[in-house]
T-cell receptor, first 114, second 111 residues
Framework: DAGITQSPRHKVTETGTPVTLRCHQT?????MYWYRQDPGHGLRLIHY???????DKGEVSDGYSVSRSKTEDFLLTLESATSSQTSVYFC?????????????FGPGTRLTVT | ELKVEQNPLFLSMQEGKNYTIYCNYS?????LYWYRQDPGKSLESLFV?????AVKQEGRLMASLDTKARLSTLHITAAVHDLSATYFC???????????FGTGTLLAVQP
């Protein structure tokens, strides 16, 4: 158990509203990631972080922003939700001490944008 | 740009049979990861392959890595229903700890 929680676990929101998803870890690892999972696409990286206030874009970052003001929390914000952002969102971490680049995943957040 | 392809995308097999899932990737990498995902659940790490020729086995699953061919295989021996899940491979994307995932293989083991 990598001690990763995500909140909320399910959310339904309307097009145009802002949404923030939270990822929390208990072990203070440096690397954290946000992915989205859609049928036929596997997992695609949205943003990742390599420390407090250190973040970078992944392959599908348009329409998303992130913040990491504390080691344990990595927030994903949809500035103005669209139906194409309906997806399952997973947070992941890479343990500071462990096999190179191995990632452990949180339970996921199912987001529906109507 | 690193691309990761899995095949087949869907595999229906009978209990007791053997089969192999293939993971091809497009650029040089020495590290490959296999994950399992049950329906509605998160991803669980299965194997981490860190060098050419690496082989890992657990139960009825065996994974191998050929970095020269840019190919990893996940071999299923004498399948049982409990192995039904989606299996993902992921390749080390470079210095920033990024992983690039394949699209997944949905395995359905029929009694």
């Amino acid at each position: 158990d990598a001690g990763i929680t995500q909140s909320p676990r399910h959310k339904v929101t309307e097009t145009g509203t802002p949404v923030t998803l939270r990822c929390h870890q208990t072990e203070n690892h440096r690397y954290m990631y946000w992915y989205r999972q859609d049928p036929g696409h596997g997992l695609r990286l949205i943003h990742y972080s390599y420390g407090v206030k250190d973040t970078d874009k992944g392959e599908v970052s348009d329409g998303y922003s992130v913040s990491r003001s504390k080691t344990e929390d990595f927030l994903l914000t949809l500035e103005s939700a669209t139906s194409s952002q309906t997806s399952v969102y997973f947070c992941a971490i890479t343990p500071d001490r462990g096999l190179p680049h191995e990632q452990y995943f949180g339970p996921g957040t199912r987001l529906t944008v109507t | 740009e690193l691309k990761v392809e899995q095949n087949p995308l869907f595999l229906s097999m009978q209990e007791g049979k053997n089969y192999t899932i293939y993971c091809n990737y497009s650029t040089t990498s020495d590290r490959l990861y296999w994950y399992r995902q049950d329906p509605g659940k998160s991803l669980e790490s299965l194997f981490v392959l860190l060098s050419n020729g690496a082989v890992k086995q657990e139960g009825r699953l065996m994974a191998s890595l050929d970095t020269k061919a840019r190919l990893s295989t996940l071999h299923i021996t004498a399948a049982v229903h409990d192995l039904s899940a989606t299996y993902f491979c992921a390749v080390d994307g470079g210095a920033t700890n990024k992983l690039i995932f394949g699209t997944g293989t949905l395995l359905a083991v029929q009694p």
